[in-house]
């Protein structure tokens, strides 16, 4: 396995143009992904210090996904295409003081990310059991200036299970989405929301409307929707 940071970068460049077997004994043998036999990577980039992937989990075509110490993909768990995860490493020398720190993408089984979103992932980004960043264009960001103290600042955003954020949201630094919730289109998440089985709506978002947690979408057996 390839250890130098400049030669891991470029190997995971020229995977991106490789066919689909010499690109996977590139991903495993020379990167050490950690791919399960039915996993699968796209043409895209993929530069991790870390890549564990699950039965069935799939990262399509034209993703970047650079700078995690550890990217994570559970059974089944997709990202479609045209979606870009950044994050900055511990060994770079940003964020001072913030040992706490996790620059990691964790997605559980049967999640889901599509197309055209930005995932800034400098600290941990969570995507429990079914849960989807669904639609296009939204934001997560995990980092702000702290303009108080002179410093970048991060802390985690995590989407509970089952929870869905759907187009064009921005969700920013300590957000997180309840279980059994849904984000409605062109929302911000600024903070912890507290009420499970709620759709939030606004800027900030707020609880707009009570959800059934018996409703199928809850409790369904696949990512996608058919």
């Known amino acids: 396995m390839i250890r130098n940071r400049t030669l891991r970068t470029l190997a995971a460049a020229a995977a991106v143009g490789m066919p689909r077997r010499l ?32 039965e069935g989990a799939r990262i399509g075509h034209l993703i970047l996904i650079r700078g995690c110490e550890q990217v994570t993909m559970g059974e089944r768990a997709h990202i479609l295409m045209l979606v870009w995860v950044n994050s900055v490493r511990r060994s770079t020398g940003y ?15 049967h999640t889901l990310i599509t197309s055209l979103h930005f995932i800034d992932a400098c600290d ?7 849960s989807a960043i669904a639609g296009f264009g939204s934001i ?15 802390k985690p955003i995590r989407i509970g299970e089952y929870g869905m954020v759907a187009t064009h949201c921005l969700l920013l630094p300590g957000a997180e989405v309840p279980a059994r919730s849904i984000v409605a289109a062109g929302s911000t998440v600024a903070r912890p929301l507290k009420e499970g089985s709620h759709v939030f709506a606004g800027s900030p978002a707020r609880a707009a409307k009570a959800l059934d ?6 409790h369904r057996t696949n990512s996608e929707i058919a």
């Open 140 to 154: 997560v960001q995990t980092h702000a200036v702290d303009v108080e103290n002179m410093r970048q600042d991060s």
């Open 213 to 218: 947690p018996d409703m199928p979408f809850f």
């Open 23 to 54: 690109r996977r004994f590139t991903h495993t043998r020379l990167l050490g992904y950690e791919l399960a036999p039915t996993a699968s990577i796209g043409h895209s980039f993929v530069d991790v210090d870390r890549l564990v992937m699950g």
């Open 95 to 109: 964020f001072s003081g913030l040992e706490a720190r996790r620059p990691e993408l964790v997605m559980g089984d």
């Open 124 to 130: 941990l980004v969570e995507l429990g059991n079914f």
